[in-house]
């Protein structure tokens, strides 16, 4: 792992207004991601992984507040000027969201919507424009790219527009990629070809990314480090290496033990109790409180810190790799 930290987010807080009040949905969130490494956020619903991530980019709904420190490259992003923020979107960062389709102009070509960020942000003569993002939608998967420029977005598979998406974004020539949950309204098929376009990218290019998905197992797999999010707050970060076998957290053990048995169809699956919270739902103590096999009356009264495990961390007053005399001393 390298030194140099690209992304770094410490104790980032939001509160958005909700029914005319201030309510805080993302309480605590802690990412580290250095040059060149893909780290995954992972999480039920609510939990606060997408708005985390567009915080990067300060993608935030109208009356957002947020509070913590937020560096890119050492730069502060909240601190960043118009001018200096246009500049940081249209080259240093890029984003893939889950819905193409929502991000795409429905009345334009999509050798309109490849071209424009590219001629207008930084000023590219439209012929190479045309020429560099052809050249990368082919390197995507698409072989006929130059049909593709011509049409427009409702002429294109769900897969296709994704792909289009990715190109979008590896056209800025990004230092770092923001996927959030890019495959999640593909089939199992095209899921696997999209997963494969954005790694042999940050391979090829090396691209550090952050990201986001509900899927342990996937993001385990195509990541070096893993973090885990419930509530609005970051309860584990731990090499993808060590995930199944290290896990500290009840919340990251339960997300593992509910996975289908793979080879065994009539294993039981292991739900978690109770319901996800969102982060403006979140009680006082440990938000994980009410679902959790090992609460105790200190998780109920006081939010547990992140606390070393070695090669991660954890949020927890009682993680797994507490001996039970430490256990029994915090009881």
């Known amino acids: 792992m390298t030194s140099t930290q690209l992304l770094q987010i410490d104790g980032l807080s939001l509160a958005l207004p909700l029914d005319g009040t201030m309510r805080t949905v993302v309480h605590r969130a802690d990412v580290s991601i250095a040059e060149g490494l893909a780290v995954a956020l992972v999480g039920e619903s609510g939990s606060g992984k997408s708005l985390t991530a567009r915080s990067v980019l300060r993608l935030l709904p109208r009356g957002a507040r947020t509070d913590g420190e937020l560096l890119f490259a050492g ?15 249209a080259s240093d960062v890029a984003m893939v969201f889950q819905d193409p389709r929502a991000h ?87 899921q696997e070809e999209v997963m494969a376009i954005i790694g042999e990218a940050r391979e090829a290019r090396g691209l550090a990314m952050l990201f986001i998905t509900h899927d342990l197992e996937l993001a385990a797999a ?24 290290r896990a500290a957290h009840p919340y990251t053990r339960a997300l593992l033990a509910s996975r289908p048995a793979v080879g065994d169809p009539t294993a039981e699956l292991r739900a978690i ?24 009356d200190l998780c109920r009264r006081e939010s547990p810190r992140p606390r070393s495990t070695g090669d991660g961390t954890v949020a927890c007053h009682f993680p797994h790799t507490l001996s039970p005399e430490e256990a029994a001393r915090h009881a």
């Open 104 to 190: 795409i102009n429905p009345a334009r070509s999509v050798g309109d919507f490849l071209v424009e960020g590219l001629t207008r942000a930084r000023s590219v003569p439209t012929a190479q424009a045309v020429a560099k993002v052809t050249k990368i939608l082919r390197e995507v998967g698409i072989g006929d790219a130059d049909r593709r420029m011509r049409q427009r977005p409702h002429e294109l598979s769900g897969g296709l527009l994704q792909r289009v998406m990715i190109a979008a974004a590896l056209a800025a020539e990004p230092r770092l990629l923001l996927a959030d949950e890019p495959t999640t309204a593909l089939d199992v098929t095209t």
């Open 222 to 245: 195509v990541c070096d480090r893993v973090l885990v999010m419930y509530a609005g707050s970051t309860v584990e970060e731990l090499p993808s290496a060590s995930l199944r076998d």
């Open 75 to 89: 730069e502060s992003v909240p601190d960043m000027t118009r001018e200096r923020l246009r500049e940081f979107r």
């Open 273 to 296: 109790t109770g319901r996800p919270l969102s982060g403006f739902e979140a009680p006082p103590g440990c938000a994980f409180s009410d679902r959790c096999p090992r609460v105790r």
